[in-house]
């Protein structure tokens, strides 16, 4: 059964990107582009990992983990943290939140994928 990975990313290029490169690794993904959806949608989909963009539309990146993180069917699920916010203190802060990993952008498809696998298994 393949993993499912959720991708939130508002940038259409970045999104269609995650989202070829994990379906050629063999992943099941659900892109989402409205950070207002996430919720919803992780609940529905059931994701292995998300991959959370940080800077969203309308709401922090950093808000939907820490919402994730109280929900009791998603509190579990691994976040990804890619971002464009690579000043210091962000990772820490973001990995505060909740997220268990970070990438920051632009990603390079190698460090991307290492980091996918290392915390879908």
């Known amino acids: ?10 940038n259409d290029l970045n999104r269609k990107l995650f989202c070829d490169v994990l379906r050629a ?4 993904v659900e892109p989402v582009a409205d ?8 609940r529905a989909f059931t994701p ?5 963009d940080i800077q969203l ?9 820490v919402a994730m993180r109280r929900d ?10 890619v971002t464009a916010y690579a000043g210091k203190g962000d990772e820490e802060r973001i990995r505060d939140a909740g997220a268990n990993g970070y990438l920051s952008k632009p990603v390079s498809i190698g460090p ?6 290392n915390l879908v298994g």
């Open 57 to 65: 539309p309308g709401v922090s990146g950093v808000d939907l983990i």
């Open 1 to 10: 059964m393949a993993k499912r990975i959720l991708v939130v990313e508002d």
């Open 72 to 81: 009791a069917g998603l509190a579990d699920t691994p976040v990804l943290a």
């Open 112 to 117: 991307f994928m290492a980091a996918v696998k």
């Open 25 to 28: 690794g063999g992943f099941e």
């Open 48 to 52: 292995d990992l998300v991959i959370m």
């Open 35 to 42: 950070g207002e959806a996430v919720l919803n949608a992780a």
